[in-house]
DNA sequence: AAAGGAATGTCAATTCATTGACATTATTTT
DNA sequence: AAAATAATGTCAATGAATTGACATTCCTTT
């Protein structure tokens, strides 16, 4: 079987149809063109059947995609047809709210575990799940088969604290700590750097406003 | 003036050179050039200086970029020089959870306001600011000077509550939100979709894990 | 069952982004 | 002060991503 290589930017597009076609399945709509989704979506005909196409193709010339097999396939590719075990590093406000937030297990990720090292935090509940201490963290990781490590935790700490995951077996990490993390590359790794976001939007906000001044 | 686009690519780019050279100005490093900072951050020399010189350059030949002034002409375009008045629509887990996370004043961003249309939640108190309920959203923007909406409300209100802060005046939105807004595009929005996130990392590590068991 | 129409899959062309190379210019050393 | 060195700024080449075009194939209708 040959292994071509899918770009990052293919990837970064899918749970966006994932989301796009799961509305238009709850929406009760069977079928879509490329063109419909295009309109919809505002993304070019061109690019969907080009993304689709990475995975062979879900369509039938003539007719179209069937929504329901289309949502299902992409799915599967995203994982979302598998469990994935995730523990969440850091109790704090950002990882009580995603602890809270995310209807995970619909998507099959299972809520393993949450970790801490305040130990005002021990033994809180979120979510039926006792806060656990620091120390506990890497046993319980090679024990419990997780997958996923979320780190809420200040980056001061997230460098080692990733490090060790690394020896404890995790396979991906989710970090919302503030660095850049230094891991094997076997090691999948999906940063949201939410200040690096926000600046993003402060550049183009001004970038608008500069470009109206000059035109006026 | 010539008003030369450019690109988002770069754009997302400088929030990390801006991180990366505030370290090391903190780390009291005076000086540097391309290649060190290739090394560091883990990109081409070729990349670094020619992300640079969409603004003009900002080095010396011969000598190197100054750390201080790098970092605060970089600060500069990305508005860190500047105050943005920023509210928080949605006081649940994750609302909160920004609120308190992030250091915005350090950043020039003032947390004006909170609101919510859980009247369980009026008049608690989030960073000294009390929640407020959702009728007084829109006079509240007009009369406030409110640059950024923060939008950690679920996806079905998401939409017209966006269509409404247009209405109002905001200049940028920093979406949570699983749902793509409808704005005219003078209106700066930024996607923060948490779980097209998690999807990209469950991708990853599916990828890696078949690209082994192939290989056994 | 055959003809016509519709929409995919795919190839080619174009646009955009990244990398490489080097002339130029400033700094540093002698 | 001059020569040597270092590293930028920039141009050209390469590579990647997106868009456009159309032949092929399947569906639908008659």
């Known amino acids: 079987m040959e292994t071509k290589e899918i770009s990052q930017a293919v990837i970064g597009r899918l749970p966006r149809y994932f989301r ?5 399945k709850d929406e009760g709509i069977e079928r879509i063109s490329s063109q419909e989704l295009s309109d919809i979506m505002k993304v070019t005909a061109s690019q969907i059947r080009q993304d689709f196409n990475n995975f062979g193709g879900f369509g039938q010339q003539g007719y179209g995609y069937k929504v329901e097999y289309l949502y299902e396939e992409i799915g ?3 994982g979302m047809n598998q469990t994935h075990n995730l523990i969440i590093i850091g109790a704090g406000n950002l990882g009580q709210a995603l602890a809270n937030y995310m209807n995970f297990e619909r998507r099959g990720f299972l809520f393993k575990g949450m970790f801490d090292n305040n130990p005002a935090l021990f033994g809180k509940k979120i979510r039926d799940m006792e806060v656990k201490p620091m120390e506990e963290l890497h046993d ?3 024990e419990n088969n997780i997958d996923i490590a979320v780190l809420t935790i200040p ?10 995951l690394v020896k404890d077996g995790i396979k991906g990490i989710w970090n919302f700590a503030h660095v850049d993390l230094n891991v094997p590359k076997e090691i999948q790794v999906e940063n949201v750097h939410l200040s690096d976001s926000l600046m993003k939007l402060t550049y183009n906000i001004i970038r608008y406003e500069e470009e109206n001044s000059i035109s006026q």
């Open 20 to 24: 796009y076609l799961g509305e238009l």
């Open 76 to 78: 599967k590719i995203l």
């Open 155 to 164: 980056k001061t700490s997230a460098v080692a604290v990733a490090e060790q």
């Open 140 to 142: 319980f990781v090679k």
